[in-house]
């Protein structure tokens, strides 16, 4: 009884978090978004506890450099909606690209986190910049590289 194993549940004290930096350059928006969201969710940990907040932080540089295959990026419509009649809101995805590319990354991991407290929880330790810098050289960031 004694050589029983305890299953590990992480709490606050015991959440080590790492930086991480993701260069997006090339690389295709659907690979990036779900490697940024499991370590945004703590899942390439051995720790990890579905209902806490065990991830580390990522920053994303070079966003505006992310592709999409096929022919997605003249049919993908990025929508939002107001809450008042005809308050529906379209933009496409290359006026989103010139405009603002973060959010494109943004949008794409955010649907990938779960959809509760937690997720919005999540979401705050995602870091994207539109070009190569960024201004989080104090937390020692790990370079991640995705193929």
Do not use: C
């Not at 945004?40 to 579905?50: C, D, E, I, S, V």
């Not at 096929?70 to 379209?90: H, I």
């Not at 590319?101 to 943004?106: A, K, T, V, Y």
Request: proline share 4%.
């Amino acid at each position: 009884m004694d050589n029983k194993q305890k299953t590990f549940v992480a709490t606050p004290s015991t959440i080590e978090r790492k930086w991480y930096v993701i260069d997006a350059d090339g690389i295709a928006l659907g690979r990036l978004a779900s490697k940024v969201a499991t370590i945004l969710r703590g899942k390439h940990k051995a720790t990890f506890t579905p209902n806490m907040d065990t991830g580390d932080y990522v920053i994303v540089v070079n966003a505006e450099k992310v592709i999409l295959t096929g022919n997605k990026e003249n049919q993908k419509v990025y929508q939002r909606y107001s809450g008042y009649a005809g308050g529906l809101k379209e933009i496409k995805y290359k006026d989103m690209k010139k405009s603002h590319p973060e959010r494109i990354i943004e949008h794409a991991v955010h649907g990938m986190l779960p959809k509760n407290a937690l997720g919005r929880q999540m979401i705050k330790k995602l870091r994207v910049y539109r070009g190569p810098e960024h201004n989080h050289e104090a937390q020692n960031p790990q370079k991640l590289e995705l193929k």
